[in-house]
């Protein structure tokens, strides 16, 4: 079999090829999707119903950029649900009773939620601790902070016309899903484009080898969990702004969500593969699907159920479709 080489000179598991048919795949499962909810649940394809997908879709995609990188260099980041929550916490207690006021609320929250992702990955650069167990860390930790700074109770923001910005519309379009769009196109160059995506990729890959080469694996590993957090923080200030007040139950089991877009986009949990545009495709099949579901009446119990079959049945055509990609570079 032909291995391919990135400039680190670690092996690539994966052909643009493989990543091709990954994301024609899903993107028939889409189209497929849409072709049976329109036909068969009342208002699906309805102007306020798709502009709900798109806003439910940005709160699972602004931290699935980060946390595709995440995967694809060989580590997870379980933390988004409860980092979420306490962000929207965070800014409603900051404007509303510590004084900060709507921007200062933010800008703390923005800082806070890169600080306690740097955090997550010192102890992983620095300590070797498991990526899982120090975000499990933060996930304990964040949640409770989250309600016992509320009590559980939903903390109510002042009257701002920039959360009424963020929680609303730009020209027609849900501002978190042009927020999504926009982060979108900056991970994807990265990515793409730059040293440091390649770097996340040859760690991914193998991380001796990177290190080998010249790539700074404690320093990586710390901005990519720096970035999870910020993006946990943006989630967390647009959920804020759409909802008019701060939950410490918000995203509740949204970080779930946000890592089955991103395997079901193809990146692999072994790391050294996957895309953006995989992932934003994965996201807005996990979001049409949970809309769907809702649409046609299933029982909230059975949605889970529904749910979890579908999403491990296109996990699976993903990974055979990514072993045959593969097995058409044998030379």
Do not use: C
């Not at 703390?108 to 860390?137: D, E, K």
């Not at 910020?230 to 969500?257: H, K, P, Q």
């Amino acid at each position: 079999m032909t291995t391919l080489k990135s400039d680190a000179g670690t092996p690539r598991t994966a052909s643009p090829r493989t990543y091709r048919l990954n994301e024609i795949g899903l993107l028939v499962a889409i189209v497929v999707l849409y072709v049976v909810l329109t036909a068969s649940a009342a208002g699906f394809l309805t102007a306020g119903n798709q502009l709900g997908i798109l806003r439910d879709a940005a709160t699972i995609g602004i931290a699935a950029w980060g946390v595709t990188l995440v995967i694809i260099a060989g580590d997870i980041d379980i933390s988004i649900g409860p980092a979420v929550a306490f962000s929207s916490v965070l800014v409603a207690k900051g404007s509303a009773e510590w004084g900060l006021g709507i921007v200062g609320a933010i800008v703390m929250t923005l800082v806070l939620g890169t600080l306690w992702g740097a955090l997550a990955g010192y102890l992983r650069a620095q300590f070797n601790v498991p990526s899982f167990i120090t975000t499990l860390g933060v996930w304990s930790i964040l949640g409770g902070l989250a309600l016992y700074l509320t009590d559980a109770l939903p903390v109510v923001l002042p009257p701002s016309g920039l959360m009424d910005v963020l929680g609303g519309n730009i020209l027609g379009v849900p501002t978190s899903a042009v927020v999504m769009l926009l982060l979108f196109g900056v991970f994807a160059y990265v990515a793409k484009y730059t040293a440091y995506g390649r770097s996340v990729y040859a760690i991914g890959g193998n991380a001796g080898a990177a290190m080998l080469a010249g790539i700074n694996l404690k320093r990586t590993r710390v901005l990519l969990f720096a970035t999870t957090g910020l993006l946990s923080a943006v989630t967390g200030v647009l959920v804020a702004a759409r909802l008019g007040s701060g939950n410490g139950g918000a995203a509740s089991g949204l970080e779930f969500d946000v890592i089955a877009a991103v395997v079901i986009g193809g990146t692999l949990l072994a790391g050294g593969r996957g895309s953006m545009l995989g992932t934003l495709l994965g996201v807005v099949f996990i979001t049409v699907i949970a809309n769907g579901l809702v649409l046609l009446g299933i029982d909230s119990f059975l949605q889970e159920v529904v749910r979890g079959v579908i999403i491990v049945g296109a996990v699976l055509v993903n990974v055979v479709i990514g072993r045959r990609g593969n097995a058409t570079r044998t030379t």
